[in-house]
């Protein structure tokens, strides 16, 4: 099984870019849908952006698209998460998710789960 690790999360400025990666170790990366979600204390998650196994497909949560970049590269085990045009309503904690195959929306299709690395964007 694939296991997560997300890194590049920090405090910006309204409008600042941020990148985001997730690296995966153990498994095979390629055989996994990668997404990103997001919460807030107290929120539910929200769906971010996902990229299916093999990069052809991506798709993004309507909050953030033409702002943020999901990509991945197979080679490197890793998906990036470029993120522009940062509003305050940015903020929180982001997480990395895979599933094996499937690429959707909702957090219950994904199985595997990193850490969790903390965005904040201040006004």
């Known amino acids: 099984q694939v296991q997560l690790a997300e890194s590049g999360g920090g405090s910006v400025q309204a409008g600042d870019s941020l990148t985001l990666s997730c690296a995966a170790s153990q498994g095979h990366f390629s055989d996994y849908a990668i997404a990103w979600f997001r919460q807030n204390a107290g929120q539910e998650r929200e769906f971010v952006a996902a990229v299916s196994y093999n990069g052809r497909t991506t798709f993004y949560g309507e909050p953030v698209k033409g702002r943020f970049t999901l990509s991945r590269d197979n080679g490197k085990n890793t998906a990036s998460l470029q993120m522009s045009s940062l509003r305050p309503e940015d903020t929180a904690t982001y997480y990395c998710?895979?599933?094996?195959?499937?690429?959707?929306?909702?957090?219950?299709?994904?199985?595997?789960w990193g850490q969790g690395t903390q965005v904040t964007v201040s006004s």
């Open positions: 998710a895979g599933a094996l195959g499937q690429t959707g929306r909702d957090a219950y299709q994904y199985t595997y």
